[in-house]
């Protein structure tokens, strides 16, 4: 079945450091791949997404390239801020099955 | 304001006494969905929901039913709570499966 795994947390930045989140994925056929954030207190919301191979999706100074090759999705951002705290969840959607499939989750905490 | 309107916020039950949480959402969406987020498990779904009258069970769907009478409430119901239910629920919209998912404010649910 589908699966995503992502790098464990908390992972823990100086304001301004570069951020990258790990993701990989294993699907059948070919998915359409998210980000979603969860803020403290509140439910997801989408980020950013890509729905082929080499698509680039990007939101907020984040950005993640669908690698179909390393079946990968890593989240970067260049220089991060605190009010980017939050947990941030991968995700996947196998064309033609109607069931989304998400990650663990990993806890970003930037540091003034 | 397009929204996915859970209730209740909050809820602490006993084992054995049935609840049901509602979900709403004003946005004409087909696609409805339940998740539970437990620590270091992420999201798990529950069941899902392609249209009215049309339900189908997701990783997690033991102890909970839903119905889809109308196309705008998804209501998830836990006809025998148990301690194992204890955690946080989501429910979530979109246009498709694939498409963005809107997600209510969530419901902390403890059973005791």
């Known amino acids: 079945g589908d699966s995503v795994t992502q790098m464990e947390g908390p992972v823990t930045l100086s304001e301004e450091a570069f951020l990258t989140i790990n993701c990989t994925y294993t699907a059948t056929g070919y998915p359409s791949l998210f980000w979603y954030v969860q803020y403290p207190g509140e439910g997801l919301q989408l980020l950013l997404k890509a729905t082929k191979a080499d698509d680039k999706g990007s939101n907020k100074g984040f950005e993640a390239t669908y690698r179909k090759e390393t079946t990968s999705f890593h989240l970067e951002k260049g220089s991060v801020q605190v009010s980017d705290s939050a947990v941030y969840f991968c995700a996947l959607n196998s064309g033609g099955y109607q069931k989304v499939t998400f990650g663990t989750g990993t806890k970003l905490q930037v540091i003034p | 304001e397009a929204q996915v309107t859970q209730n209740p916020r909050y809820l602490i039950t006993v084992t054995g006494k049935k609840l049901t949480v509602t979900c709403s959402q004003n946005?004409?969406?087909?696609?409805m969905s339940w998740y539970r987020q437990d620590p270091g498990l992420g999201l798990r779904q529950i069941y899902y929901s392609m249209n009215v009258e049309v339900t189908d069970k997701g990783d997690v769907p033991e102890g909970y039913k839903v119905s889809r009478k109308e196309k705008r409430n998804f209501p998830l119901i836990l006809e025998s709570p148990s301690p194992n239910q204890t955690s946080l629920y989501f429910c979530?919209?979109?246009?498709?499966?694939?498409?963005?998912?809107?997600f209510g404010s969530g419901t902390q649910l403890s059973v005791l």
């Open positions: 946005m004409n969406h087909e696609y």
């Open positions: 979530a919209s979109s246009l498709r499966a694939a498409e963005k998912l809107f």
